[in-house]
């Protein structure tokens, strides 16, 4: 039986796990719609041709990460998950709201009358959305690492609310948001070929080159504006991943440059994993720094080890369907000549 003061670092964990998992899968289909928006020129319609593809079969199923990640919020960890409900009680809706319209977006452009010959205004809500959600998202995990989210007694201190949008949080939004531009750009380089690869190629590398500069600057904003985050950094173990993607990161654009793509998709999920491995562990033990902790948030210590004891058998069912999801739709079939007409 583990320690009871085990099992709030425990969960967390696997809450980090599920953040991850959300970041590299449902991040890549908010990239996706980054680049349907911007597609340009000749090619620009098989672009967008290429990112529904890509897309339509799997593209919802990956939002499943998100919701087990609330799940384990409110059931392992229901302070946090009230005070964080408070505290970004705006962003939280239009991130759902974005969420809800980018998928009917998505949907409603991929169906219908001008799918298949010019952009439709379906097109822009779809783009739109998948730039407006990783961007709130992205500024509320910078948002609960700089201190000016302040807890007392359980409430949400007001008052506050222009406080939360400092440059730190923005940092991050925008970090967030070319991140999964960059893994959209990369995934897409193993979902097409010809000249189609040749583009997302190019739009990889780009947006490798600008992650770089926005990593470089959060970084060091949060010398100022998170020190608490910036300290944790800067310690073992997290300096260990901030080192680890100092080294993959241009093992990642070398393998796009040498057009090594299945090695280029690793190493970029690599890149995305490591980051968030170093924001956690320096974030620890704090889930909103510096009032709510893992284990000052935590259930009771029976629901903790309900959770444990339920998430072998959630996940015995979860993962293998969807890797038979992903095996029967991302596979290659005997259309994939006409996909790019």
């Given at each position: ?36 928006l ?30 087990f ?59 739109a959305?998948?730039?407006i ?8 995990l ?26 730190f ?38 947006i ?42 241009p ?6 440059w ?13 890149q ?11 974030q ?16 009771p ?7 444990l ?16 999801l ?16």
């Open positions: 039986m583990l320690a009871t003061e085990l099992l709030p670092e425990l969960i967390g964990l696997v809450a980090l796990v599920a953040l991850i998992a959300y970041a590299v899968l449902g991040g890549a289909d908010f990239g996706g719609g980054v680049w349907n911007l597609a340009r020129g000749r090619r620009s319609e098989g672009q967008r041709r290429a990112i529904s593809v890509a897309m339509g079969p799997v593209w919802e199923a990956n939002h499943v990460w998100l919701i990640l609330i799940v384990i919020l409110f059931t392992a960890y229901p302070l946090a998950f009230a005070a964080l409900s408070v505290a970004f009680f705006w962003p939280f809706h239009l991130v759902l709201a974005g969420i809800v319209l980018r998928g009917a977006a998505f949907v409603f452009r991929a169906h219908g009358r001008a799918a298949a010959t010019t952009p439709s205004s379906w097109g822009a809500v779809f783009g959305a998948s730039i959600t990783p961007l709130l998202l992205g500024a509320c910078g948002a609960v690492s700089t201190g000016r989210i302040r807890v007392i007694d359980g409430i949400v201190q007001g008052g506050m609310e222009w406080a939360r949008v400092g440059a949080p923005l940092a991050t939004a925008v970090l967030a948001l070319v991140v999964c531009a960059y893994l959209a750009a990369v995934y897409l380089t193993l979902e097409t070929e010809g000249e189609l690869r040749e583009d997302f190629r190019r739009r990889a590398l780009i490798w080159l600008i992650a770089g500069v926005v990593s470089l600057g959060t970084l060091l904003l949060a010398y100022s504006e998170a020190p608490h985050l910036w300290e944790g950094l800067m310690r073992f173990p997290a300096i260990l991943a901030v080192l680890a993607g100092v080294i993959v990161a093992a990642a654009v070398f393998a796009l040498r057009r090594h793509f299945e090695l280029a998709r690793v190493l970029a999920v690599g995305v994993v490591l980051l968030l491995i170093g924001w956690g562990l320096a620890r033990p704090y889930i909103i720094y510096p009032d709510i902790s893992l284990s000052g948030s935590a259930a210590p029976a629901t903790l080890i309900f959770v004891w339920t998430l072998p058998f959630g996940l015995a069912l979860l993962l293998p369907s969807l890797w038979f992903f095996a029967v739709f991302k596979g290659r079939n005997p259309a994939a000549e006409e996909r790019y007409p």
